[in-house]
Every structure is written in structure tokens, then in C-alpha cells.
């Protein structure tokens, strides 16, 4: 349809039918009761009314329902204004690949946009218009579960992967059916919650937001997403859905954004929890007004918005500027010509799960593991008879993490599977010691694995907390290891001192005591489908492991908020760490850096960085910087390193950190290869947002180094005039 005809549908219209199109409802009251609507939308209309006039639903499971939904509703549609159907995609479809924040630690945007782009290929398949993906909540605080969603503590790369999610997504053509509309999410600064407790409020100064929060989702939108979610919390005191500052001032004003924003769960709703609507009119009329054009999943809108611009409460000139986006994004889509897009279950048999989507899901889950230790342990010898696993996910199938879809654990290459794929005559001896329940105390199953441990030349102690303890709702105010493994953890090493930890975990775990008994951490974050496969690979040398630290593993929780790009202040703390400083920055009972900082992450290889140069040392802001560090594998094995290019502004307007990652790159070497990484830094990246919130660089002494955070080396120095 062209514009033209596009406002023609829009004034065909009744005030019903336009407030329909900003209402969406679970697909599964559609398809469960065929219609018959229970619970509080049940009291709305009769079924009939709200699939007639509805414009959109959300989780559903196939190809089939997709299509059954659609036909429901054209049947009853009197002007034939497609459903849109949309779902949670996070992190793969059919074929689960590992969570985002694992993802990050791969520090590989195109990974992460082949994960994407097959995910978008199930998606399409499956009927999905529209994803509720990418995430790119910065996050510094892990007791929010859903930290796992997010990509890094870092914005840069949340923007980078979130922008390379968004590209590959949508394709150049959503007409195309292959291709899916991106929805970035939350917005904003969702993951930045009091006391790191997910829901909970939002106190963040201007500068702060334009500096840390705001740039990842701004480059989702730059890449061309075509929806943004507004967030749960309240911002400085007004939810993010009514907050007209986040959502007309610098959204729409100041970003240009012209897409459609959707609420979340029932957000619209909660207006009137937190005590900022008196009542559904007021939560309804104050999300218009800020531009919240889709209400999810709530009986908001559709019982009062009509009413509203009845009374000349809400112009309808507003109703109508939110129905035209949402028209205009099912035209982009090209539903009014094939309401099914791409709907088809033949392609769902041809590509879920298919090898080359294995064959990607498993590359991703080896090159995302960080290996944080090993003291000689890994890889594990090939000529190795018997091996006890042991632990609370040694035979786990929920190894997907939270979002992948309900019965993709099923498909799940469970450890045990993935083992004898690769060592078939390998003998096996498994035992599962303990729980990994919060509260769980059983020690009765120690026992027989510290027996089998004794019995086998080595271990894979396999630990970290259950798939469900992260993700959406799941704070956790303590973040050691749930229940008593720790306690198995020391008898089955001290039995056996051959043993590799394998950590299973949706985010930063306090790993301190483990860390002091264990010769060797692995860690897989949830690995998804290929889990076995992956974590098989990688133990025996076939893979080897590339991770980099995507956010740093606190020594104890009490650390948090633990951002590695902190500022100096005015009395840092002296070296050593390990020791306490009284009246500096520092805890006088624990060291104030991480157990295992941001960008750290060893190999089976060893790289030795030789040297960084700069091609000149005073550039104006005109002109560029080129920056060279030569490295070289000095081992023994192919790898891949991460290398990574730190700023550090020495003097500004504003306190500045003291080590901002600015660039990075992915290199692989043969055994005694050397590589030359350039990076070409411009003035554009010196730029910070002042007191006065005005953003841009100033002239001044910078440093470039390279390394990981805290770890900084081979530093130079350049002047911008
Ligand atoms: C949830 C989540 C959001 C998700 C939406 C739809 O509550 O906050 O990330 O996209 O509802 O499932």
C-alpha cells in the first residue's frame, strides 16, 4: 500500500477499530479457549469483538498457529488489517544458542550476527513479524537476573552486537518474508535497578544516561530497528511509559525515531502501581501523551482509550498518529499482501535444528566459554580411560538459559552425550553430589562422588546455579554458588586434584572459594543446544577456548555496582590490592577489583603482546590516529585472542575513567605467528557528555592501552589540540 491509500484505511476506520490496532493479547488466549477469553480480559468484550478489531498477539509456537491466528482474525476483520505476530527471540528460536552476556564475552560482532541471522531464519519460518530482540540493557550490578539477557557491561559493545542483531534481523526488506522487524529493549536503563533488584527504581543523573545508558539503544535504532520497548522502571521518577522526557524529548525529538513503541507486560497498567495514575483513564492517557503507541498484553486502552478521545481527553489526531505507525509497519512488512509473512511449516522442518544451525549454535558455545584458570589441567589427555563427571548439572538438560523457547531444552546435547560423542570408549562415571537449590543442604550424595572422583584419573566438576535463578524476576541479594557445592567441590578435589570446575551460570557468580581450591575454571555461561558438544570440544583440546570476561566476576557481592570503567576519585587506592588502605577508596575486608576482571580470559595457547605503536602523537580534531599492537602466539596451539584497545583522558571538564574500552578485535594465530591489529581512533570516540550535558571532546593528554581492564600495558600517549 502507498501512503496515500494507507490514510485512506486509517480514515475508513472506527474510533473502535483505531483503538483495536494498538492492542495486543496473548496469542495463547486465542488458541487454548478458541476465543473464549477468560480471567479480566474475559469481562472485556465477547471474543469475537476483541479478534475482530485487535492489531496484534504476542508468543505463540508455530508456523500452523501463526497462519490459524491470522485466519481467525481476517475471517472477522471487516477491513482486513493483518495481525501482527510477535515473540521473544533472544537468543535463538528452535536452535538455542548461548545467552547474550555470554555472546559478549565472544567479542565477536559477526558471530553474534550469524547466531542472529539463523535465529532469524527459524523465526521467519515459524510466522514471527516481529521480535522483542535485540536487549541492550547496560548492566553493572549481576544480583539483577537479567543481566544474562544483556550483552556486556560495556555500551559499546551492547551497541555494536545489539546494531549487528538489528541488521542481519531485519534484512534490507521487511517485505522480504524471510526477514523479521526488531524490537530493542528496555528502554531505559532497565538494568541499572536500585539495590540490583529487578523492577525497582531508576535514579540516574542526565549525564550518566546520555554517557552509559542511553548510546546502546540509540545504535539499535541507527542500524534501523523498527520498535523500541519502553521499560518497566521508573526513571528519575517517572516509568519509563509515561516518561515524556525519555520518550518525546529524546526519542522522538532529539533521535528522530518514527517507529512504533510497545509497551511491556502490562506496563500501562502499573502506572497506577507505582502512584503516578490515578486510575486506568489517567495510566491510559498518560501513555498516549508520551507516545506509547501499542499497549501489551493489558485491558488499558481497549476499554478506555476510546472513552478517552470521546471526551476530548486524548485528540484523536494522537490516536491516530499511533495507529498510523503501527499501520505502517504491517505495510512495511508487506502483511496486507501475505498476512502469514513467513509462515511456512515445510521451512520449519528444513531449518530447525538443521546441521549447519548446530554447527553454529556449538562454534558459538565453544568461542564464548571464558577459561579463567588452569594450572596445567586442560586440555585433558586424549588417551584418558576414566573420567568422573560430577555435580548438580552433570545430566541437566536446562543448560538453554532464560528465554529460549519452552521445549528447546528437550533437544538439549546434554554433557554425557556430548562426551561420548567425542570419547566413545571414554568410561564414565557420573554422579551428581549435590543439588544446586538455594537452601539445599543435602550432603548425601557426597559421598559416592567423592568415591568416584578417587577412582578416576580425572574430574569435570561440573557447578553454578540453576537455568532459572537468571533472567527476568530472579534477583539474588548473595551470589555464591546455591546449597552445598562448594562443600563438594572441596572433597571431590581434595580426593582428586586432577579435576576441572565447569561453571554453569546466567551471570556474574561469586566464585572466590572455589577459586582458591579449583586448578581449573571453565566457565560456559548457558551454553544452549550444543552444550555437550561444545563443553566436550573445548575439554579436550579440539576447540580452544577464545572468551573474554563480557562483564567482571566479583569477589563478593558487596562489591556491586562494579563498573571497570570506574573513576579514580581523589584518594584511589594504593597497590597491593589485597591489602586495605584506610582513608583511600577501598573495603577494609575485601581487595576493591574484581575476582577476574572485564576482557580477561585465557587459552591453551599463550600471546605475547610485543609492542603498540602510534603514528603520531598529536592529532587535531580533524585527524586520525593509527594504532598498532603487534602480537604473537608463542604456544603451541592455534588460538584466537581479543584484542583490546583502552582510553584513558587524563584531564576533563568531568571526572573521566580510568580505563574505557574504545575498540577491539578478534584475531586468530598459528603457533609462532605474529599479526599487526591496527585500530584507527578518531576524535569522535575522545568525545564524553560535560557537567552541562553538551556532548564532545576536549583537548588534552590521552592514553591508549592495551591488555584487559585493570591489567593495562604497553601504554602510550597522544595529545588532541
Ligand atoms: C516481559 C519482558 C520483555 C518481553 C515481554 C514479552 O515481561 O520484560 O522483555 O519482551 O514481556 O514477553
Known sequence: MNSEQLRELLGSLTLEEKVGQLVQFNAGQFIEN????????????PAEDLNRVMGSVLTFENAAQAKALQDQHMAADPKKIPLLLMLDVIHGLRTTYPIPLAMGCGFDDALTAECADMARKESSACGVHVTFNPMVDTARDARWGRILETYSEEPLINGRMGAAIVKVTQGEDLSDPENVACCVKHYAAYGAPEAGRDYNSVEISERMLRETYLPAYKACLDAGARLIMPSFNSLNGIPSVANKWLMNRVLRKEWGFDGVAISD??????LVVHGVADGPEDAVRLAMEAGCDIDMVDNFYYRYLADLVRKGIVPEEMLDTAVMRVLALKNELGLFENPYHGADEEKEKA????????????????????LLKNEGILPLKKNLKHVALIGPFAEDIHLNGFWSRPGAEKDTVTIPEGIRNLMPDLELIIEKGCGAEI?????????????????????????????NYSGEGRSRAELTMPGVQQELAEQVIRANPNTVAVLFNGRPLVLTELEKIAPAMLEMWYPGTEAGNALARLLWGEANPCGKLSAGLPRTTGQYPMPYNRMNTGRPKPEPDTQAFPFTSCYLDTPNLPLYSFGFGLSYTDFVYESLELDRTVITPEEQLQVTVTLRNAGERVGKETVQLYLRDKVASVVRPVQQLIDYRKVSLAPGERTQVTFTVTEKQLRFWDFDCQYGSEPGTFELSTGYADHLILTKTFELK
Do not use: F, K, M, W
Request: charged residues 25%.
Open 34 to 45: 478458541s476465543l473464549g477469553i477468560t480471567g479480566p480480559d474475559g469481562e472485556l468484550l
Open 439 to 467: 537452601g539445599d543442604t543435602d550432603r548425601s550424595g557426597i559421598a559416592a562422588a567423592v568415591q568416584a572422583a578417587a577412582s578416576a584419573e580425572a574430574v569435570i566438576l561440573v557447578l553454578g546455579e540453576p537455568e
Open 265 to 270: 507486560y502490562a506496563a500501562v497498567n502499573e
Open 351 to 370: 531449518v530447525y535444528l538443521c546441521d549447519t544451525h548446530r554447527e553454529i549454535a556449538r562454534r558459538a558455545a565453544e568461542e564464548t566459554a571464558v
